[in-house]
């Protein structure tokens, strides 16, 4: 079983920043992308960043030139440098990764960190 465990999450005043952390531990064969989604109150969950083993991101607008997604492939840990935080960058964050253990590929999803940015 393949655990995607997120830390990192908090309160923060506007302009500030935050860095969140999600580990993928368990037999992994391959995870490809990485990337971490954000579901706000009486929203879809939607987008923020993802990220390839090649290092290849992609970024949803509203987060283009002030978060900033790595990832560690030694360690199957993927990272979200937030900084310039908004008010409506309040939500909770999802890591999520595609991974392929023994049985094939798979879908996997962390808990969940809320990051809420004060005005």
């Known amino acids: 079983q393949v655990q995607l465990v997120e830390s990192g999450g908090g309160l923060v005043q506007a302009g500030g920043s935050l860095r969140l952390s999600c580990a993928a531990s368990?037999?992994?064969?391959?995870?490809?992308?990485m990337g971490w989604y954000r579901q706000a109150p009486g929203k879809q969950r939607e987008l923020v960043a993802d990220i390839t083993s090649g290092k290849s991101t992609n970024y949803a607008d509203s987060v283009k030139g002030r978060f900033t997604i790595s990832r560690d492939n030694t360690k199957n840990t993927v990272y979200l440098q937030m900084n310039s935080l908004k008010p409506e960058d309040t939500a909770v964050y999802y890591c999520n990764a595609r991974y392929r253990d023994r049985r094939g590929w798979y879908i996997g999803w962390g808990q969940g960190t809320q990051v809420t940015v004060s005005s």
């Open positions: 368990g037999t992994i064969f391959s995870i490809d992308p």
